[in-house]
Nanobody
Framework: VQLQACGGGLVQIGGSLRLSCAAS????????MGWFRQAPGKERDFVAV???????NYADSVKGRFTISRDNAKNTVYLQMTSLKPEDTAVYYC?????????????????WGQGTLVTVSS
């Protein structure tokens, strides 16, 4: 599975962005898909996950502001981000794993995209 993330950019505080992650391969629908982010000098943190059956989970810091979704027909997972804050500034990565369990940990993911930079500024 190859993953290609896009949609990052510069946005003002309180603004919105939608990230996309396109996957190759015929088995996309069977994977749980996650979004992580990494700010400069910090660890890669869990943001959101969506299972093959549509179950979702979010980091507390983004609950109510971010929404993860998937379109299996397009082999794409999305991260809709609203009410953005400066602390959301990071490189955002999409990742794929074969099962839903342990989705908080980046070490459990099998495939990673290249990352897309989101900068939230006044």
């Amino acid at each position: 599975v190859q993953l290609q993330a896009c949609g990052g950019g510069l946005v003002q505080i309180g603004g919105s962005l939608r990230l996309s992650c396109a996957a190759s391969g015929p088995t996309f629908s069977s994977y749980a898909m996650g979004w992580f982010r990494q700010a400069p000098g910090k660890e890669r943190d869990f943001v959101a996950v969506i299972g093959s059956g549509g179950s979702t989970n979010y980091a507390d810091s983004v609950k109510g502001r971010f929404t993860i979704s998937r379109d299996n027909a397009k082999n794409t997972v999305y991260l809709q981000m609203t009410s953005l804050k400066p602390e959301d500034t990071a490189v955002y990565y999409c990742a794929a794993k074969r099962n839903y369990a342990g989705h908080y940990s980046p070490t459990t993911y099998d495939y990673w995209g290249q990352g897309t930079l989101v900068t939230v500024s006044s």
